[in-house]
């Protein structure tokens, strides 16, 4: 049974910076795709960045370019979303994704597998 349980997920200042995890088991984790998504409140989920099974290529959301970084380390079956300069925009609840092989273009339009249970950001004004 795959599992993606999320962590690291809280309340930071405008301008902080967070970095989120998503721990993966039941699965040959280098063999996919994997992907952060949010949701903020009365909003649809929406795609935030996705990352190949080796870590040499990655999208991002182009709200968050430049700000977010998304990695992953293969021998820790962990993927992983590095947030700078947060802004209260950026609130919302953020959700590991795993993708259906081993490329990134379907999740890039959310066409997953598996999600995440989410974790909470919040960003104070």
């Known amino acids: 049974q795959v599992q993606l349980v999320e962590s690291g997920g809280g309340l930071v200042q405008a301008g902080g910076s967070l970095r989120l995890s998503c721990a993966a088991s039941g699965l040959t984790f280098s063999s996919y795709a994997m992907g952060w998504f949010r949701q903020a409140p009365g909003k649809e989920r929406e795609f935030v960045a996705t990352?190949?099974?080796?870590?040499?290529?990655?999208y991002y959301a182009t709200s968050v370019k430049g700000r977010f970084t998304i990695s992953r380390d293969n021998a820790k079956n962990t993927v992983y979303l590095k947030m700078n300069s947060l802004n209260p925009e950026d609130t919302a609840v953020y959700y590991c994704a795993r993708g259906r092989g081993p490329e990134p273009d379907l999740v890039r339009i959310g066409l997953v597998v598996s999600w995440g249970q989410g974790t909470q950001v919040t960003v104070s004004s």
């Open positions: 990352i190949n099974w080796n870590g040499d290529r990655t």
